[in-house]
């Protein structure tokens, strides 16, 4: 395995974890690195470099930046956020991964690509929803600013670092797991 392959699984990873937490802030920061050529994305996947998917992706992204603001509307974002940042971290994942046996691609791209932006989402989902009931929405501002902010760091870092970037995502991945521990030991 080349280090570039490493490489770009790590990126895709990164990448498809802060679609965990924003839909279309990591697709804005895959199109804008092709759009500069900053990394090769797979063949199949160049039109996300053009300056239509740049713009397009641009306008997506402050719509669903400033939708998360509102309260009781990022609660119904939050109930098809899960399934999309899945969609789009496999998507996300399988773009970054280059020319390479399809069954690899697809296989660790649903499984580590889906599967972290998926966690991620359902946490961020599950923190909203408690926002919502104990504080009557007023504090999904405040969540909606963190999620937005670890967005665009792990992209940002997907970007230029993505060694950073995959230490983020394991940081973030290791506090959701404590939380839910801490949250079950709760529970009983």
């Known amino acids: 395995m080349s280090i570039e392959l490493v490489i770009s699984i790590i990126l895709g990873f990164s990448l498809a974890a802060a679609a965990g937490f924003r839909v279309f802030v ?75 046996n399809p069954v690899f691609t697809w296989a660790l791209a649903i499984i580590a690509g889906g599967g972290a932006a998926a966690a991620i989402s359902g946490t961020t989902s599950a923190s909203r929803l408690t926002s919502s009931a104990t504080t009557g929405g007023l504090g999904n501002p405040v969540i909606a600013t963190a999620e937005t902010g670890a967005a665009v760091t792990v992209a940002t870092a997907s970007i230029f670092s993505p060694v950073l970037a995959f230490i983020l995502v394991l940081t973030f991945l290791y506090a959701i797991y404590k939380l839910i521990a801490r949250v079950r030991r709760a529970g009983k």
Do not use: H, K, R
């Not at 199109?31 to 900053?38: E, Q, V």
């Open 26 to 100: 990591p697709l804005l920061a895959l199109s804008l690195a092709a759009y500069f050529n900053w990394f090769p994305i797979s063949e199949s996947w160049e039109w996300m470099g053009s300056l239509t998917a740049v713009i397009l992706l641009s306008v997506a992204t402050v719509i669903e930046i400033l939708a998360y603001f509102i309260p009781w509307v990022d609660n119904l974002l939050d109930s098809v956020a899960v399934p999309l940042s899945a969609i789009a971290g496999t998507l996300i994942m399988v773009a970054t991964m280059g020319e390479m």
